[in-house]
Nanobody
């Protein structure tokens, strides 16, 4: 059974940086696309980044492009989301998600079978 365990996040002032990690277990992470989503109260879960399996291509939502970086450490089966130049609108609960797909990066939550528990990031205004 695939499990995703998140850590990181926290509180940072505007312009600061945070990192969130997602530890993968239960299968071969190399065969899974990994996505990151953000959710704020009253809104649907928003896709923000993804790394595809097989070719490691990375994709970002326009709202985070150039500020957020998704990376994968195969040695310890962990995916990271490095967030820089943070803004108050980046506040939310961040979720990692995984699904066994090659060369494809799902862009909506319903395409992912496995989810982390969520990690909160707060950027006060």
């Amino acid at each position: 059974q695939v499990q995703l365990v998140q850590s990181g996040g926290g509180l940072v002032q505007p312009g600061g940086s945070l990192s969130v990690s997602c530890a993968f277990s239960g299968d071969d992470m190399a065969t899974y696309a990994i996505g990151w989503f953000r959710q704020t109260p009253g809104k649907e879960r928003e896709w923000i980044a993804c790394m595809s399996a097989g070719n490691g291509r990375r994709f970002y939502a326009d709202s985070v492009k150039g500020r957020f970086t998704i990376s994968r450490d195969s040695g310890n089966d962990t995916v990271y989301l490095q967030m820089t130049s943070l803004k108050p609108e980046d506040t939310g609960v961040y979720y990692c998600a995984a699904d066994e797909k090659y060369y494809y990066c799902p862009g909506w939550a319903g395409e992912y079978a496995y989810w982390g528990q969520g990690t909160e990031a707060t950027v006060p205004s």
